[in-house]
């Protein structure tokens, strides 16, 4: 069973910045469609930005400009620029291991104004 570990989160103040991880248990190679998801409070899980299949970068336009999305052999990242209030919610990392969707546990962004 492949699972995935996500590090990186904390309390930071508006205009700062952050860098996520996320971690397989298995090569990173062999995780498709890997994703970050967030979950601001009280609302439902969204898109944050991905990497598809051929390697395409994709982001929720709530963060083109300010995260940008990139993975290397062991882990895919996301690094968070100008961060804002809202960005404040657990982050997920997702991704498919053959048919299988797999979710880490999340780690917590908190951004204070």
């Known amino acids: 069973q492949v699972q995935l570990v996500e590090s990186g989160g904390g309390l930071v103040q508006a205009g700062g910045s952050l860098r996520l991880s996320c971690a397989a248990s298995r090569n990173i190679n062999s995780i498709s469609d890997i994703a970050w998801y967030r979950q601001p409070p009280g609302k439902q899980r969204e898109l944050v930005a991905g990497i598809g299949v051929r390697n395409n970068k994709h982001y929720a336009d709530a963060v083109k400009g300010r995260f940008t999305v990139s993975r290397d052999n062991t882990k895919l990242y996301l690094q968070m620029n100008n961060l804002e209030p809202d960005d404040t919610g657990a982050y997920y990392c997702?991704?498919?291991?053959?048919?299988?969707?797999?979710w880490g546990q999340g780690t917590q962004v908190t951004v204070t104004s």
């Open positions: 997702r991704g498919k291991y053959g048919t299988v969707t797999i």
